[in-house]
């Protein structure tokens, strides 16, 4: 018998080890770099200049631009629409659109073409790019409070994160955090080491209006998961 406990005894043991390992493993996967995103590239830079509310955004489109068609007298084709990871718009009837390098005004007056061939008489379409027209900051994936935010003044990567009320401590990896950006007609981004930062070993980089800050995690959209993953390494901020 008392053989019998000694034996049950190390095998708990055993199990016991061996979970604090696999915890320790899970902790481990969660806190490190990863991915193709380039890390502090040097020539990490302000976006294009925001434009006012009222005037079309007129550079060439790309992947994570934020779309609002507008179908005049057609709400049921109206809405929001976001540019995937390939730069594809999926829209009603249509279906995926390629819509890299065409401008807002462009692709307005290709809906209008391909509506006209099937479904409207004489469409009237407009296309705006809506998230470089505000003065907020996206905050996505690993963090206790996603959402869009307003932006208070001139801020860091840091103080948004901040915004967000702060990086999760469940899921969130503060050692991988991307920013999307516009800049130069392209959607650009590049990836950030928060842990670096908070120990004065990476710049802490201004966040402006338009951007998208993502902290990596397992609830990651699949359509910044693939952008993050995807994306070739460059030592500089890579365009998509």
């Not at 109206?78 to 890299?100: E, H, T």
Request: with cysteine.
């Amino acid at each position: 018998m008392g053989a019998q406990l000694a034996l049950n005894g190390g095998l708990r043991s055993l199990l016991r080890a061996a979970m604090l390992l696999v915890v320790a493993l899970g902790i481990s996967a969660c806190s490190t770099r990863g991915g193709n995103v380039p890390y502090a590239p040097a020539d990490f830079g302000a976006p294009d200049k925001v434009q006012p509310a009222d005037v079309a955004y007129d550079l060439p489109l790309g992947p994570l631009d934020m779309l609002r068609v507008s179908v005049f007298r057609v709400p049921e084709l109206s809405g929001d629409y976001q540019v995937d990871a390939k730069g594809m718009l999926d829209l009603p009837l249509i279906g995926a659109l390629n819509v890299r390098e065409f401008t807002p005004q462009q692709l307005g007056e290709e809906l209008e073409r391909q509506y006209s061939r099937r479904y409207l008489n004489n469409p009237e379409i407009t296309v705006r790019v809506t998230n470089s027209n505000n003065n907020s900051v996206t905050v996505e994936g690993g963090v206790n409070g996603p959402g869009i935010y307003p932006l208070p003044g001139k801020i860091t990567l840091v103080g948004a994160i901040a915004l967000a009320r702060g990086v999760s401590i469940q899921d969130g990896n503060p050692r991988r955090v991307v920013v999307f950006r516009k800049s130069g007609g392209k959607t650009l981004a590049a990836a950030f080491d928060l842990v670096s930062i908070r120990r004065g070993e990476m710049e802490d980089p201004a966040i402006f209006p338009g951007d998208t800050v993502v902290v990596d995690s397992s609830t990651t959209r699949p359509l910044y998961r693939d952008l993050m993953m995807s994306l070739p390494l460059f030592t500089i901020f890579t365009q998509l």
